[in-house]
């Protein structure tokens, strides 16, 4: 006969595969039944293999709307290798990159966009708000009214961006030394609204 301390190890040893089959039968820790998606279900759904997989460029936008700005990168990047370097995943990079506030990878960008696709007033548009925050005021001015006047004068967002550049460029010479500072709110698909920070 074994003794007693050896039979008490392998009940030990036994017992987490013991606990490990009763998860596996029909009624496991009374889960019975619950399909992955039901709510009572503490665990996280499966993966649909058959679902057709988001937009890239939808999901960059979504992202860049959550400030995930790193993950919106290489949300663009994927929809890139699907579709294509279009303005508009080149405008959502640039976009993305401003918000990380790497403002030479989005100029340069941005200006790629608008020499693709020259009628997108909301590309001009960003374009204008990275030049502001690179302190190039007279340019974004010129680049807002390309904007403003792509979108027919219809664009909220862009007069606003207009009317602050105009102002900064008129106050430039009472207000040299003092700097503001920005803070850009996302508006629409993709573009930004140049507000003071509170």
């Not at 619950?34 to 992202?63: K, Q, T, W, Y």
């Not at 190039?136 to 001015?141: P, Q, R, V, Y």
């Not at 010129?142 to 602050?164: C, H, M, P, T």
Request: hydrophobic content about 40%; proline content about 4%; glycine content about 10%.
């Amino acid at each position: 006969m074994r003794p007693r301390s050896a039979r008490r190890k392998t009940i030990l040893a036994t017992l987490p595969l013991l606990i490990g089959l009763t998860a596996c039968t029909a009624g496991g820790f009374g889960m019975s039944g619950l399909s992955p998606n039901e709510p009572g279900n503490p665990f996280a759904p499966g993966v649909d293999l058959r679902a057709e997989a988001e937009n890239g460029v939808d999901v960059g936008h979504r992202l860049i709307a959550a400030g995930e700005f790193e993950l919106a990168i290489r949300a663009f990047n994927r929809a890139a290798l699907d579709q294509g370097l279009d303005a508009e995943i080149m405008s959502g990079l640039g976009t993305a990159n401003l918000g990380l506030g790497r403002l030479g990878q989005a100029e340069t960008l941005l200006r790629r966009a608008v020499n693709e696709e020259a009628n997108q007033p909301e590309i001009w548009n960003n374009l204008g708000v990275v030049l502001m925050e690179r302190g190039k005021n007279a340019e974004a001015m010129q680049i807002f009214r390309k904007a403003f006047a792509l979108s027919n004068g219809q664009s909220d967002a862009i007069r606003d961006n207009l009317r602050v550049a105009l102002a900064k460029i008129e106050n430039s010479d009472i207000n040299e030394d003092n700097n503001e500072s920005y803070k850009l709110v996302r508006r629409g698909t993709s573009d930004y609204l140049i507000r003071k920070a509170e």
